[in-house]
Nanobody, 121 residues
Framework: QVQPVESGGGSVQAGGSLRLSCAASRLNYCEYDMAWYRQAPGKERDFVSMIDSDGRTSYADSVKGRFTISLDNAKNTVYLQMNSLKPEDTAMYYC???????????????WGQGTQVTVSS
């Protein structure tokens, strides 16, 4: 069973950096897309970044050039390196794992519990 577990959140000043981690068990014969979303108080959950099973990455315009997503397959862990943080990056950050449908695998969509990131000015 895939259950993403996030870590690495915290409080930093503007301009600082944090690295978020998300560990999720995966089956070797399935393909997964792993992503980060964030939700600020009173706002909807927004896409931040994704890395697919082929290693292709995508980013929200608001974080391009500042955030970097990476995947350590051996550790089943996806990272989000966040640099040059701004107060508007303050949010709960959620890890999302999507298991693709294939001959051996059923699709599945899994969320972690979230990790809080607070950036002060």
């Amino acid at each position: 069973q895939v259950q993403p577990v996030e870590s690495g959140g915290g409080s930093v000043q503007a301009g600082g950096s944090l690295r978020l981690s998300c560990a999720a068990s995966r089956l070797n014969y399935c393909e997964y897309d792993m992503a980060w979303y964030r939700q600020a108080p009173g706002k909807e959950r927004d896409f931040v970044s994704m890395i697919d099973s082929d290693g292709r990455t995508s980013y929200a315009d608001s974080v391009k050039g500042r955030f970097t997503i990476s995947l350590d397959n051996a550790k089943n862990t996806v990272y989000l390196q966040m640099n040059s943080l701004k107060p508007e990056d303050t949010a709960m950050y959620y890890c999302n794992v999507y298991r693709r449908t294939s001959a051996l695998c059923s699709s599945g969509y899994y969320w972690g519990q979230g990790t809080q990131v607070t950036v002060s000015s």
